[in-house]
């Protein structure tokens, strides 16, 4: 079984995935850490992405596209907050136009990461959160994430009703 | 990619307008759309004409209507603006199951089972 757990909450607009791979750690993490082998799963069979920059630093950017049937291309960039290799990395996600300017139009989102050794393989517990405006902006700016949220459930609890 | 069925900007505003606590519990409460913003104001601990401004950044959001009723301007959540917020997270969802996916057939070993359908939501 590789996704192991998934979770949506909505008040924190938040994705928490755990996934388990039966390869080590420093295996899995190369997954991350080479161009070459992160542009063959980024973007789905029919959008293949193609790294340009890629500096897993902090403050370091990665920029790739990915290339549509038509030939579109989509832009997009990673503004890594985060790095701890081979054990986590964190990152704001975010979209750009064709001269690779962050979009202010589409939400980023904020990734982590961390792969954990587990009986003789990796687990891989991976966090994705929409930003707001505020949030993107203090990231970008502190390269800190602070959650403001308070109260949990709200939302779904609407829903429900 | 991830949120190519919705319309950028009007998401961004989408979460801008959830990502406060106050904002939130506004929506619970104009579920009905019997409250007036004065009314809905009388609830929080904070001026009328802070609880305005959040009502407006919910309006703009899409999240709220208001209707007027005589004197009064009644406010109701729109339940499939806050619906298109858990589309988004269907779509990220979506997405991060198929990069993993894709990053377990890039490893070697053998792999057992069948991704479970369908998440826990919280």
């Known amino acids: 079984m590789t996704v192991t757990s998934v979770e949506q909450d909505l008040d924190r607009l938040t994705l928490t995935l755990t996934a388990e791979f039966d390869a080590p750690v420093e295996r899995v993490w190369q997954l991350w850490a080479d161009p070459r082998q992160l542009e063959r799963w980024w973007g789905p069979p029919t959008y293949p992405a193609t790294v340009e920059e890629h500096d897993l630093t902090p403050g370091g950017n990665v920029t790739y596209f990915m290339t549509g049937p038509e030939g579109d291309k989509h832009y997009g960039w990673w503004r890594v907050t985060a790095v701890n290799p081979p054990e986590s990395l964190e990152f704001i996600d975010g979209f750009a136009d064709a001269d690779g300017k962050p979009s202010e139009d589409l939400p980023t989102t904020t990734v982590q990461v ?6 003789g393989g990796t687990r891989m517990e991976l966090r ?4 707001s405006r505020e ?10 994430v602070e959650g403001l949220r ?11 009703e | 990619m991830v949120v190519s069925n919705l319309q950028d900007r009007a998401l961004n505003d989408l979460f801008h307008a959830l990502s406060d606590a106050t904002r939130r519990d506004i929506l619970r409460r104009a579920i009905t759309g019997e409250l007036s ?20 950044v919910l309006e703009r959001a899409g999240l709220i209507t208001k209707q007027r009723r005589g004197r009064e301007q009644l406010v109701r959540t729109d339940l499939a603006a806050v619906r298109r917020a858990r ?25 057992s089972g069948k991704q479970p359908k369908g998440g826990n939501r919280r």
């Not at chain 2, 004065?38 to 407006?56: D, N």
């Open chain 1, 114 to 119: 961390r792969l954990i050794a587990n009986a």
């Open chain 1, 128 to 131: 994705s959160t929409y930003d």
């Open chain 1, 135 to 144: 949030q993107m902006e203090q990231v970008l700016g502190m390269g800190v």
């Open chain 1, 150 to 160: 308070q109260s949990v459930g709200q939302i779904d609890a609407l829903l429900a």
């Open chain 2, 37 to 56: 913003v004065s009314r809905l104001a009388e609830a929080y601990p904070m001026s009328f004409a802070a609880v305005q401004k959040h009502v407006a």
């Open chain 2, 87 to 111: 589309q988004a997270l269907d779509e990220l969802e979506a997405t991060w199951r198929g990069r993993v996916e894709r990053m377990s057939e890039l490893l070697p070993g053998p792999r």
